[in-house]
């Protein structure tokens, strides 16, 4: 069997440390608003990401009692 190289793994934060030291000077403003966007849709899915991980921590603290 042949293996593949594997890539090596990006560190949690890389992506969005990148981003926000990125140089917005070369940005148009019609490209700065759709990076907006896309920055709201990101926090709007890491929200959603966050309530089910409370509620699945909240409900496993009803079943097992107080876990933290």
Do not use: C, W
């Amino acid at each position: 069997m042949i293996e593949e190289p594997v890539e090596p793994r990006a560190f949690r934060g890389d992506a969005l440390n990148a981003t926000t030291h990125e140089d917005l000077d070369t940005y148009g403003v019609a490209e700065l608003e759709e990076r907006i966007e896309a920055l709201e849709a990101e926090i709007a899915r890491t929200r959603a990401q966050l309530s089910k991980k409370k509620a699945g921590r909240d409900a496993a603290n009803a079943l097992f009692g107080r876990l933290d």
